[in-house]
């Protein structure tokens, strides 16, 4: 086995090496893929080709490598308690060869453990095989590339790696930066992987199909491709400087699939678990990226058809992916349970970004049903939880995120934690599929707790955040914690086909906006309840005349609760929803049931909701005012006096008063009894005064408000008041 003459060209076609380079321009990343070298007529240019078939020892450690046709027979080694250690100078299987690891005459070997110490990379496009239920450690500092016919036949669990050194519980160290002449060996179990100044990257290309009976239980049906696949139970482990899967595939059926791209000088924890191993990234500074894709971006590959995907169903199956940029574009990661048995965890932790971008790309844990439940017992296992804890989290053009049930099960929770900001935008295409966050059930099972923290989220362009319910079982709950929420033509939903509702609790420090036919929506259809809507924002605020509404409806069943506590609404009203009729409204009815309850506890309500409209005819004011009395001079109408003046000559004295007289006479009496003679006053006309109206007011001596003008006061000569005009 060795170079093939002339085969530069074959193997740039089959295998597609490439180098990735970023280029940061505008905020954007750019990505260029470079080819490794160009060859012409069996002779390269620009770089050294890499060898497309060496398995070869270094020398330290006593492995021997034997070639018969395609099959690569490897021995020798050298144990130590329940670990086989193997190095090699180089390491790479070309297409349809099988690399069989061999076990010494005894069964005690838990591990195998290899490394390369030479400088090129490891191209796997054939078989590794293990026997027994022995896991299988590749250690290459250089890079290692699965190839698209990759297979994994092993018994046990898989651990590839770019790191340098591996290190073990007292602190031995086995190395492959460099081939140590008698390497110090130990019994004890590793505990780390230790990375060196230039990490190389993972590429899985694989799109192998099953080597056995057992055939993968997520969305996609039997017979379509595993990729790397390990047996159902262990772990599926890559952990380099990047991660990369160029259409590649994954799987661990009720396993572990671990994904982690870490920077130089790392150290990452290991830790058995039953399921193989478990990552520690607690000494981790810088995270690299994860970008899982199709070979060619270009193409928008068949619904559920050329994909990349990870699977870890069935019960107890766990995917955990970490770097800085996690990128799903056209890749589905799938955990699913079948039985009783619950589901396994999904976590995606990224120091920067997660991207979930086209049709179908996915993260979907679901509690699914076989194609034997018909006779036997129904699933009754709980689907695992998702959980998404980055900076920011983009999920565009039908691309989702989803836990779900389709039997008695629970659903899974979904909890995503973004400290900067979530969108979720756009409808895929070809496949009308909206982007969406889905904790739904279609069975008897309640759907899931769906709970978003972040800073700002926004819902827009057709996308959905949905609790939905399809069957009879409860639909489940909506959460969202956040400083401003935007609908834009996005929709909250936790509506239910049969069941009760679900809830939807909003909890926005500052404004939540909806615009263009946005909903929020808790209604329940048959005999169901509607789901109760509690919102606790800054400011509620609708775009006028656009259709946006919040609505608890019910069918036959009891209208749910609706509760807005807020400092201002504005755009919104209490009435009836009608999809269409271009109004903002908010709706609690039921139409054959009970209505529900809004309650509205606001400082500041919409100003346009305490206006009364005016008439639109002018009254003419003479019609209003009695003018039977003509002033006869002041030209005025005055009422005045003690009460009982009516408003006009016409009208009745409505509240009579007794007449009392608070005159002076003090002066007449004194007149009379000094003894002065009666004397007869001749009545004469006398011009009364007129009326004038008060310019100003004083205040008295006794601190009392007067009106006054400032013409001289006409007193009279007789102890009768002046005549008044009317």
Not at 305 to 322: K, M, N, Q, V, Y
Not at 326 to 335: D, F, K
Not at 389 to 417: E, M, P, W, Y
Not at 455 to 474: E, F, N, W, Y
Request: hydrophobic letters at 40%.
């Amino acid at each position: 086995m060795g170079i093939l003459p002339g085969s530069c060209q074959k193997y740039l076609t089959e295998t597609k090496v490439y180098l990735l380079s970023n280029v940061r321009v505008a905020n954007k990343w750019i990505h260029s893929w470079l080819c490794c070298g160009i060859c012409i007529g069996g002779n390269l240019l620009l770089g050294a080709c890499p060898s497309t078939a060496q398995a070869a020892p270094d020398g330290t450690l006593s492995t021997r490598v034997s070639t018969a046709g395609s099959s690569v027979e490897i021995t020798g080694g050298i144990q130590r308690g329940s670990n086989l250690f193997h190095s090699f100078e180089a390491f790479s299987i070309r297409t349809g060869e099988v690399a069989n690891f061999r076990l010494p005459g005894n069964t005690s070997v838990e591990n195998i453990i290899s490394r390369v110490t030479g400088s090129s990379i490891s191209n796997i496009d054939g078989t590794l095989q293990v026997g027994g239920a022995t896991n299988l450690f590749l250690i290459n500092p250089n890079g290692i590339i699965f190839g698209p016919n990759a297979i994994l036949d092993i018994g046990g669990s898989f651990l590839g790696t770019t790191a340098s050194d591996l290190t073990f519980a007292d602190g031995t160290v086995f190395s492959a930066a460099s081939s140590q002449a008698t390497p110090l060996l130990t019994v004890n179990s590793p505990i780390g992987l230790q990375f060196g100044e230039a990490p190389g990257g993972i590429t899985n290309q694989s799109n192998a199909m099953p080597i056995t009976n057992i055939s993968p239980l997520g969305l996609a049906p039997s017979g379509d491709p595993v990729g790397l696949q390990v047996r159902p139970g262990n772990a599926l482990v890559l952990v380099g400087r990047e991660v990369m899967f160029e259409g590649g595939h994954l799987t661990a059926l009720g396993g572990r699939v671990e994904l982690g791209s870490v920077d130089r000088n790392s150290f990452v924890g290991l830790t058995e678990v039953n399921q193989g191993w478990a990552l520690d990234y607690s000494l981790v500074e810088s995270f690299q990226d994860i970008r899982l894709g199709p070979l060619d971006p270009s193409v928008v590959p068949a619904l559920f058809g050329d994909l990349a995907s990870i699977d870890a169903s069935g019960a107890g199956g766990t995917i955990r992916l970490r770097g800085r940029h996690i990128v799903l574009s056209n890749t589905q990661i799938s955990n699913a349970t079948t039985d009783f048995g619950n589901g396994g965890n999904i976590e995606v932790l990224a120091t920067d970004s997660v991207e979930i971008d086209g049709v179908p790309s996915s993260l979907f844990s679901q509690v699914g049903i076989d194609e034997q439940e018909v006779i036997n017992a129904p699933v009754t296992g709980n689907g695992g939880d998702i959980l998404i804890d980055t900076q920011k989290l983009f999920i565009r053009n039908g691309g989702f995120i989803s836990s779900g049930t389709l039997s008695q099960g629970k659903a899974g929770d979904i909890v995503i934690n973004a400290s900067e900001l979530i969108e979720i935008s756009g409808i895929g295409s070809p496949v009308p599929i909206p982007s969406n966050l889905s904790a739904a059930t279609d069975g008897s099972g309640a759907g899931g707790v769906l709970s978003i923290n972040t800073p700002q989220l926004t819902i827009r362009d057709g996308a959905q955040v949905v609790v939905t319910s399809s069957g009879s079982g409860a639909a489940g709950t909506l959460n969202i914690t956040s400083d401003t929420l935007t609908l834009d033509q996005g929709l909250l939903n936790a509506q239910t086909e049969v069941g009760r509702g679900g809830n939807i609790n909003l909890q926005v420090s500052g404004l939540l906006l909806l615009s263009n036919n946005s909903q929020i929506t808790a209604e329940a259809g048959g005999t169901g309840d509607g789901g109760n809507i509690a919102i606790d924002a800054g400011l509620v605020f609708a775009s006028p005349s656009q259709d946006s509404n919040i609505v608890a409806n019910a069918f036959e069943g009891m209208g749910g609760n609706i509760t807005i506590n807020t400092q201002g609404l504005f755009g919104f009203a209490e009435r009836q929803a009608i999809a269409g009729n271009g109004t903002n409204d908010i709706d609690a009815s039921s139409e054959f049931g009970l209505a529900g309850g809004i309650e509205i506890d606001t400082l500041v309500s919409d100003p346009d909701s305490a206006l009364v409209n005016l008439p639109e005819g002018v009254s003419d004011p003479s019609q209003k005012i009695a003018i039977g009395c003509a002033a006869k001079q002041g030209n005025s109408f005055v009422l005045a006096g003690r009460g009982g003046v009516p408003s006009s000559p016409q009208d009745l004295v409505s509240n009579p008063q007794l007449w009392n007289d608070v005159r002076d006479l003090s002066a007449f009496r004194t007149t009379q009894q000094r003894g002065y003679p009666s004397q007869e006053y001749a009545t004469r006309p006398v011009t009364p005064a007129p009326l004038l109206e008060a310019t100003g007011w004083h205040r008295d001596a006794q601190g009392r408000m007067r009106l006054v003008n400032h013409q001289p006061n006409l007193v009279s000569a007789d102890l009768g008041d002046a005549a008044q005009t009317c």
